[in-house]
């Protein structure tokens, strides 16, 4: 296991290219194989999961040659619908190959997914999509198996009783080539929703409603190969504007979408943050005053997550750790995930001053003078918080288990360094 060595204390300054997004690249990736046809995939994130994705696409039979930041995949050669255990543990998004291995091969048989430790994340959408699809599903010997009695899947109305964003890119996967209409209600609409969808059509699906909660779907015979590019990383852009914000410097973030960060802005102009979004770059001016601006009457602001467009859960941590560098206090309202929030505990032995109310809510005052100490990485967003919070803490810190990281933040350290921050990895 690796570990980050952070000298903090260090005003950053520069521009940061954000890498394509986890969270559209590993779908697209299992979407591939729904065609025998060579995909490529542009701008796709050299990180862990990806990496893991490639190697299940492999172990089933089909190709993928990467160059760290193109995909070229085949699955002319999938022969068996089978995923190894190991594999499965090490992704969440293991799950979204069931989808595309019934839909080719009649079959899909996979182990419990793995991923981030942030709470109970449920799978009921995914099974309840593909059986009302008309795929069979049985729970045996702890796999899921997944079975096509027909020939074909067969489109119907659904109704999601959760927006789940894999559930949602997994239904849609198994409709597109489904036969007759689907229409998917309480549909997720995140941007990587959006571009999965997207990527299908220009594989010749029929889909319409991207970006609502409800999606229709026109199933067809077949699907052909495409060429496409990942969007820049809404997740990865906010962590180092909060990082910026944090350590007051100046940065410019270059490689995104606007619309994909006005509720981020929003949210940043509470704590006394502006920023300018322009059609491919972010511009955050330096030197500001991190400062808490009250709800009208004087109350104290409230900072919650919640599907698209709201605040994403996974933007909570680092705007968690930003705001102990501010002055004033907000509550978080982590309503998503019920681990999400326990990292807290290490930024209060790093000398925060934060009251963790339950497992969903903590209240932040600050600013907080923090000192440098040995933290793990938890999680993806949490260990890239820690990272800003060694940062912002004087002296030198470590943070254990970077490998986590990596998972979710291609090129993490060049990145770095290249803003001028003393960041070292040690094997």
């Known amino acids: 296991m690796g570990q980050l060595h952070i000298t903090g204390g260090i005003i950053p300054q520069g521009t940061v290219k954000v890498s394509g997004n986890k969270n559209a690249a590993l779908p697209m990736l299992a979407a591939a194989l729904l065609t025998g046809d060579t995909v490529t995939i542009h701008n796709m994130?050299?990180?862990?999961?990806?990496?893991?994705?490639?190697?299940?696409i492999r172990a089933l039979g089909g190709s993928v040659e990467f160059d760290g930041a193109t995909a070229v995949i085949n699955a002319s050669g999938v022969a068996t619908g089978t995923i190894p255990?190991?594999?499965?543990?090490?992704?969440?998004?293991?799950?979204?190959?069931?989808?595309?291995?019934?839909?080719r091969l009649g079959e899909a048989r996979l182990f419990p997914p793995g991923g981030d430790v942030i709470g109970r994340r449920r799978l009921d959408g995914h099974f309840y999509g593909l059986e009302k699809l008309g795929?069979?599903?049985?729970?045996?010997?702890?796999?899921?198996?997944f079975t096509l009695p027909e020939k074909r899947l067969c489109g119907r109305d659904l109704f999601l009783d959760e927006a789940s964003v894999t559930g949602t890119e997994q239904i849609m996967m198994a409709a597109v080539l489904a036969q007759g209409h689907t229409t998917l209600l309480n549909a997720a609409c995140?941007?990587?929703?959006?571009?999965?969808?997207?990527?299908?059509n220009s594989m010749g699906a029929w889909i319409t409603?991207?970006?609502?909660?409800?999606?229709?779907?026109?199933?067809?015979?077949?699907?052909?190969?495409?060429?496409?590019?990942?969007?820049?990383?809404?997740i990865e852009a906010g962590s180092f504007l909060a990082l910026g914000a944090a350590l007051g410097g100046e940065l410019e973030v270059v490689g995104t979408v606007p619309r994909h960060h006005w509720m981020l802005r929003r949210v940043f102009e509470r704590f006394n943050i502006e920023m300018t979004l322009h059609s491919d770059r972010i511009y955050l001016p330096g030197k500001q005053k991190l400062k808490v601006r009250q709800d009208f009457g004087g109350h104290i602001p409230v900072i919650s997550d919640g599907p698209w467009p709201q605040y994403p859960s996974d933007m909570m941590s680092c705007t968690i750790v930003m705001a102990t560098q501010a002055e004033g206090c907000a509550l978080f309202f982590e309503k998503m995930f019920e681990s999400r929030i326990y990292f807290v505990d290490r930024l209060i032995d790093m000398g925060a001053n934060a009251i963790v109310c339950d497992p969903h809510r903590v209240v932040i005052s600050g600013p907080s003078k923090l000192h440098a100490a040995t933290v793990s990485?938890?999680?993806i967003r949490a260990g890239m918080a820690m990272v800003i919070a060694g940062l912002c803490a004087e002296g030198e810190s470590v943070i254990k288990s970077s490998e986590i990281i990596y998972r979710g933040y291609a090129d993490l350290v060049n990145k770095l360094q290249n803003l001028g921050l003393a960041v070292q990895e040690i094997p």
Do not use: Q, W
């Open 45 to 56: 994130p050299d990180i862990l999961d990806v990496r893991t994705m490639m190697d299940i």
């Open 85 to 103: 255990r190991e594999l499965c543990a090490k992704a969440r998004t293991s799950i979204l190959f069931a989808a595309p291995l019934v839909a």
């Open 135 to 145: 795929a069979k599903f049985e729970y045996t010997e702890g796999a899921y198996c």
């Open 209 to 234: 409603g991207l970006g609502s909660n409800t999606i229709e779907i026109d199933g067809v015979d077949s699907l052909h190969g495409c060429e496409c590019t990942v969007a820049g990383d809404h």
């Open 377 to 379: 990485s938890p999680d």
């Open 190 to 200: 995140e941007p990587h929703v959006v571009e999965l969808g997207e990527m299908l």
